[in-house]
């Protein structure tokens, strides 16, 4: 059966950052491309950053491109977010999903809250 | 970046009827066109991906048409269980979503 679990959400101030991590399981992890995308409460979905299998490309939203890093670990069966210089408009759960056109799994998403 | 509009925002039907969902993108994805449905508190679901090619486990009344800029996912005959917000999302040129389509049943 795939999995996907993410981990690492949380209550952070602005200006702090936070480590994003997705478990992958029940698959061949490195024959995937993986995806983070983000919905804020109420509102909807944003596509985040995208990594394929081998993790030599790496694609982000213009909101994304400077503060957040995505990387994997395919010894791990893991996918990473990294994320710099929290904003209050980062406040949202972040999802893990696989798939390079379309997302067929996703995980149960991570909420990471923005606040002082 | 492609946007991707969804219209109607809302749309409020009973059971048994047909629901006719666009989404329409600023230039063409060709067929990079994937449909997903949303509960409250749930991930969102794959229904259909390349415009047209229902995902494993989706019931038959989900149907998705079009390419280029427009596109629609019809559900034939609408089941409670089909309440939902609907997002069509483009791979053609990086990754978008559009604004999603609210499904109300009656």
């Known amino acids: 059966e795939v999995q996907l679990v993410e981990s690492g959400g949380g209550l952070v101030q602005p200006g702090g950052s936070l480590r994003l991590s997705c478990a992958a399981s029940g698959f061949t992890f490195s024959s995937y491309s993986m995806n983070w995308v983000r919905q804020a409460p109420g509102k909807g979905l944003e596509w985040v950053s995208y990594?394929?299998?081998?993790?030599?490309?790496?694609f982000y939203a213009d909101s994304a491109r400077g503060r957040f890093t995505i990387s994997r670990d395919n010894g791990k069966n893991s996918t990473f977010l990294e994320i710099n210089g929290l904003r209050v408009e980062d406040t949202a759960v972040y999802y893990c999903?696989?798939?390079?056109?379309?997302?067929?799994?996703w995980g149960q998403g991570t909420l990471v809250t923005v606040s002082s | 970046e492609i946007v991707l509009t969804q219209s109607p925002a809302t749309l409020s039907l009973s059971p048994g009827e047909r629901a006719t969902l666009s989404c329409r993108a600023s230039?063409?994805?060709?067929?990079?066109l994937a449909w997903y449905q949303q509960k409250p508190g749930q991930a969102p679901r794959l229904l259909i991906s390349?415009?047209?090619k229902r995902a494993s486990g989706i019931p038959a009344r989900f149907s998705g048409n079009g390419s280029g800029t427009h596109f629609t996912l019809t559900i034939s005959s609408l089941e409670p269980e089909d309440s939902a917000v609907y997002y069509c999302?483009?791979?053609?040129?990086?990754?978008?979503f559009g604004g999603g389509t609210k499904v109300e049943i009656k």
């Open positions: 990594i394929s299998g081998s993790g030599r490309t790496i």
């Open positions: 999302q483009q791979r053609s040129n990086w990754f978008t």
């Open positions: 999903a696989r798939g390079l056109y379309s997302s067929d799994y």
């Open positions: 390349d415009a047209s």
């Open positions: 230039h063409s994805v060709d067929s990079y």
